[in-house]
């Protein structure tokens, strides 16, 4: 059975860094899109970064320059480093996986950035 696990977030304060994690298990993510997307409280659910299967990169122009998505194929994984956070970052972060015209969900991780 294919899941989506991702992991890696936390309570930080304003300007710090926090790294996500996008595991998957029963298929490989080393050729796939891979995106994060989030959703803030009373929001709708937004893409921050995409990784395409030939490892081109997207992002929100909120988030330019300040995170960076990357393929760990070791870890079948797809990382998501963000940097200098701020309290607008805050939300569950979700990874979605395109994997051969299915669409694949994890259950998401909390980021919440304090003042």
């Known amino acids: 059975q294919v899941r989506i696990v991702e992991s890696g977030g936390g309570l930080v304060q304003a300007g710090e860094s926090l790294k996500l994690s996008c595991k998957a298990f029963?298929?490989?993510?080393?050729?796939?899109?891979v995106a994060w997307y989030r959703q803030p409280p009373g929001k709708e659910r937004e893409l921050v970064a995409i990784?395409?299967?030939?490892?081109?990169?997207h992002y929100a122009d909120s988030v330019k320059g300040r995170f960076t998505i990357s393929r760990d194929n070791t870890e079948n994984a797809v990382n998501l480093q963000m940097t200098s956070l701020k309290l607008e970052d805050a939300a569950p972060y979700y990874c979605n996986v395109l994997y051969f015209g299915l669409m694949y969900w994890g259950q998401g991780t909390q980021v919440t950035v304090s003042s």
């Open positions: 029963e298929i490989t993510l080393s050729n796939v899109a």
């Open positions: 990784i395409n299967h030939d490892d081109e990169t």
